[in-house]
């Protein structure tokens, strides 16, 4: 056997090597007498036999340094199972898919021994015990670990059964003798400066930190990431539900019995589909009892016979395990042919002792791979792996995941309210135990504490009532149910990238472009303490896909009235005797305290309920049924269903009600959206009524008024209070109708007659004025705004600014501005372009606005857009992409600040100034006014950028710097208002 390289060493040159190659040297000999012995080792696998020698060695040497307590050998198997999972892509453990990609490259898990020549382009990994650690750094070795690693690279520690490395915490010791002093920080300031890279983490991971100790609570203060302990994991449903099985039977008869519960649950699986094989694990006290109880089982399961299980069967108090003995006889399984069945599945052959700590690796892989398609074992001897029998059991009730039709979360428990399921079973584990009363008190009071088993658990028997079940309703009835069904995908495929966005070069621009998703703002609200910590990629990509985040709120007391009888009066706080009530279905109810709130509601109100209804019936949903959501298919239980049979209603009117009753945690609603309207009543307040003669036919309305006025005046009424109409409210409501649609038609009739050049979005002008970009940032704070309002079913709003936006910056300001040039300017002129190119947008985004409140005109002024491109050209308005964007210029937000908090003020000073001037009889038009303004503050002089004369349609404007007398003062400036001596045509001011 060629031994590799490393281990020749010539003594004589290097004196300083001479005890280490003696160690070596003597390590070759002891592994070569090895292979002797076993000879079924090749020589292909000596190399990895001596590395993993060596790997032993190395954990032994460090067995009893201060800050761990787990041997040697556990800490190598646990090494090499953790770089099993990580590494080996063949393992069944494997954590990663088997092609890794970060931000679309493909990267690999390399395992390193430092990380001075790793590549930045790999995941590099260094596994080690926390003794191996500490020995690396401060005994440095050829290729280990050492302090430069810390100081030079940015390195994340993930500590795994952390709470090992805190026996010095505990202890409150200060002396540098073990690894956690090393890894916590307690460490030398010349220890410090060498590692301080301060972007090193340290990350730790362990079920049993114990807060009790003063030291560990100090020393994890303010550090706490997450703490998630087992009764809450228990409560959540991620775990087994724990029972313990007592009997008086003999070793073997217990052992029998856990066989008899293990095949049942493999059945149970089959029977569903699922390839799960279950395990049992027998512990011993010693070595010399397991394998004395190894023997004895595997004779007793040789010998076994149906007259045995006969037996068992005569005398079986558990309810668990008759239901074994029912199985078999309702499936026609005999006893003969289930003894065949134990003596194949429980065999020598499918069972394995590790009871000493000098195991093969062949056994530690069977051990490791329990879970595995060709792993058969059934059956663990085993001594002193788990000195607490509470340990054992809490490493035991790990859930087994499983998914089924009717439950796609596979890691938590689904049979909790449906005792009766046969799947039940294999949601549980069972501990067998001898007779001793006190035993299982202790066992039980620390698998409380542990939070392993709840404090109280019962189980309650409910019956439907047997009046119930003579009605015709019982016998007749039935219920509305949706069923979830998988979409074939095979007629689904990719469309075109290229056909549909011809525009893109690469996806990172359909990602960052405002035109496709870079303008897209998601707002997430919540409570405080849920958005104080940044969101996850996981929540992130939830937001992404579902557009809702949803936080679930615990309520410390949900669990107080659950599983309490409501007709009992020494259980329940909230007492009902809902056994003489003939419209509650069971004669009982043990359901939470919002649920029994809910039935005493019923009660209150049921005299009310049958002034209406023939036949009302109120059933608790336990577990009888699911609904789906339409949207993604996710199922939800309701927890009631109230039946309600209409009086006099010769179709037999029927009501099927689904009811989640919930209580409000917080100040924000347990729903995601809740509605709710007002009343319909006259323009004097009072309710509809024939009688009063002021009904208002909606169909009159139509008529009159046009579905659109209609439609308009639902809009501009809070629907969330009474709401009037009358025949006066319409007309009002109909003048503004007449308002919007002359605004659309003004544009529609301008955007008619277009410049020859422009025949593409691509053709409008790119600079406009400082007034067109101040009337399209008002267009678009129109649209979100809009938008916003829609997702919110808030219409008011939407309606009054959009009349806002159509009379005040349109009509008064922007578009009565323009006319001037649109009649008088060239069809190709600059300015004529640029105002065409606002018409173009506001169209556009007035459109987006009316179209889901105003359909028929938004479709009308649509069908006659003259142009076909861009948002046009569509065969419906409810089809064209108004997705454009508006480029506005630089410093936009200062131009905007001038606009707002200059000229408009200034405006209205000159109005007031001009109206004067009119009523004393100095002009009669505005465009015959000469203007003389004086600022009050000179630094507001900066309208360099706006045509004031245009803006204001005035004939002169001239500022200065003193003011005149029988000036107008306003509260920005000066005016004085005289008449032009200029002679002026009826449009052009030239």
């Known amino acids: 056997i060629e031994l590799p390289l490393k281990y020749k060493i010539k003594l004589e040159k290097i004196p300083i090597l001479e005890k280490a190659a003696s160690d070596l040297l003597i390590e070759r000999n002891k592994l070569i007498a090895e292979r002797d012995a076993r000879p079924n080792i090749t020589s292909k696998d000596y190399g990895k036999a001596i590395k993993d020698k060596e790997r032993e060695k190395e954990a032994q040497e460090l067995e009893n340094a201060e800050g761990e307590d787990v041997i040697g050998e556990e800490c190598t198997n646990i090494i090499g199972k953790t770089r099993d999972n990580f590494l080996n892509e063949l393992s069944i453990k494997y954590l990663f898919n088997k092609v890794l990609a970060l931000n679309g490259k493909k990267i690999s898990l390399k395992e390193v021994e430092n990380f001075q020549t790793t590549s930045e382009e790999n995941i590099n990994i260094c596994f080690s015990t926390i003794q191996g650690l500490h020995s690396h750094l401060n005994t440095p070795r050829e290729n280990s670990l050492t302090y430069e690693d810390f100081q030079e690279q940015k390195i994340v520690l993930i500590s795994d059964e952390a709470h090992h490395i805190n026996v010095e915490t505990k202890a409150k010791v200060q002396t540098n003798t073990g690894g956690e002093i090393t890894i916590s920080g307690q460490i030398s300031q010349e220890e410090k400066e060498e590692i301080a890279n301060p972007q090193n983490v340290l990350l730790e991971f362990t079920a049993t930190v114990d807060f009790n100790n003063p030291n560990i609570l100090k020393k994890y203060a303010g550090r706490l990431i997450y703490d998630y302990p087992l009764k809450k994991f228990r409560e959540d449903g991620y775990s087994k539900e724990v029972k313990v099985m007592q009997t008086d039977a003999g070793l073997f008869d217990r052992a029998l019995q856990a066989v008899l519960l293990s095949q049942y649950r493999r059945k149970i699986f089959e029977k569903n589909k699922l390839v799960i094989k279950p395990v049992i694990l027998f512990k011993s006290k010693t070595i010399n009892e397991s394998k004395v109880f190894e023997e004895e089982f595997i004779k007793g399961i040789r010998n076994l016979t149906a007259k045995k299980l006969s037996e068992i069967s005569a005398s079986a108090q558990d309810d668990t395990l008759k239901k074994v003995f029912e199985y078999l006889e309702n499936n026609k399984i005999s006893l003969e042919n289930f003894v065949i069945e134990l003596q194949e599945d429980f065999s020598s052959k499918k069972t394995i002792s590790v009871n000493s700590k000098e195991e093969s690796v062949e056994k530690q892989i069977l051990v490791n791979t329990l879970e595995g398609f060709h792993n058969e074992c059934r059956v663990i001897f085993a001594v002193d792996k788990l000195n607490e029998e509470a340990q054992l059991i809490g490493r035991g009730a790990r859930y087994c995941p499983f998914k089924t039709d009717d439950f796609d979360n596979a890691y938590q428990r689904k049979y909790d309210r449906d005792i009766q399921n046969e799947m039940r079973i294999c949601e549980e584990l069972y501990y067998h135990s001898t007779y001793n009363p006190r035993y299982i008190q202790e066992l039980t009071s620390v698998l409380v504490k542990t939070g392993i088993i709840p404090e109280r658990a019962v189980e309650k028997k409910l019956f439907v009532k047997k009046d119930f079940k003579n009605t015709k309703f019982y016998k007749t009835g039935f219920l509305f149910l949706n069923e979830k069904e998988k979409y074939s995908r095979k007629d689904v495929f990719e469309l075109p990238s290229s056909k549909y966005f011809p525009n893109l070069d690469t996806l990172d621009e359909f990602i960052s472009q405002k035109e496709y998703l870079g303008d897209i703002k998601i707002v997430v609200s919540g409570l405080a303490n849920q958005l104080e910590q940044p969101l996850t990629p996981d929540e992130e990509l939830t937001i992404i896909s579902d557009k809702v985040l949803n936080f679930a709120t615990d309520n410390e007391n949900k669990e107080r009235e659950l599983g309490k009888s409501m007709k009992d009066v020494s259980e329940t706080n909230i007492y009902l005797d809902i056994s003489s009530k003939p419209w509650y279905v069971f004669d009982d109810c043990f359901g939470t305290s919002e649920e029994k709130h809910f039935v005493k509601y019923i009660d209150k109100i049921y005299d009310k309920l049958q002034e209406k209804y023939d036949e009302i019936y109120l059933v608790r949903n336990e577990r009888f049924f699911k609904l789906y959501t339409f949207e993604d298919g996710s199922s939800l239980e309701p927890d009631y269903i109230l039946f309600l049979q209409q009086k006099n209603s010769p179709r037999s009117f029927h009501y099927q009600i689904f009811v989640e009753p919930k209580v409000i945690l917080t100040n924000q609603a347990p729903y995601q959206q809740v509605l709710s309207h007002g009343f319909v009543v006259d323009e004097k307040g009072q309710k509809m009524s024939k009688s009063l003669g002021n009904v208002i036919d909606p169909e009159e309305i139509i008529n009159k008024f046009g579905a659109d006025v209609l439609r308009l005046w639902v809009v501009s009424s809070d629907f969330t209070k009474e709401i009037k109409v009358s025949t006066s409210i319409l007309e009002k409501v109909q003048e503004n109708y ?106 556009g985004g007035l459109l987006k606005v009316i179209s889901p409140i105003l359909p028929y005109l938004a479709e009308e002024i649509y069908q006659n857009i003259p142009f076909q491109f861009g948002f046009a050209g569509q065969e419906s308005v409810y089809l064209a992409n108004f997705s454009f964007t508006i480029d506005f210029p630089n410093n936009f937000e200062k131009k905007l600040e001038i606009i707002n908090n200059l000229f408009f003020p200034l405006r209205q000073d000159i109005f007031q100034a001009l109206e004067k001037a009119r009523q004393e009889k100095t002009i009669t038009a505005n465009n015959q006014a000469k203007l003389t303004i004086y600022l009050k503050k000179k630094e507001q002089l900066d309208y360099s950028e706006l045509n004031l004369v245009e803006l204001l349609g005035v004939a002169e404007l001239k500022f200065q710097e003193k003011s005149k007398e029988k000036m107008h003062e306003g509260k920005l400036c000066f005016v004085y208002v005289e008449k032009t001596e200029k002679e002026r045509c009826l449009r052009c001011r030239s």
């Open 738 to 843: 007449q308002k919007i649609r002359n605004t659309l038609r003004f544009l529609l009739g301008n955007l008619t007659n277009l410049p020859p050049e422009l025949k593409s979005e691509k053709d409008l002008e790119k600079n406009l004025s400082l007034v067109d970009y101040y009337t399209l940032h008002q267009l678009e704070k129109l649209v979100k705004e809009s938008e916003q309002n829609y997702t919110k079913y808030n219409f008011t709003p939407i309606y009054s600014s959009l009349l806002n936006f159509c009379i005040n910056d349109l009509s008064s300001f922007y578009l009565d501005i323009s006319k001037d040039n649109l009649y008088c300017d060239p069809i190709s002129s600059p300015r004529r372009k640029q105002i065409i190119t606002t018409f173009y947008y506001l169209l």
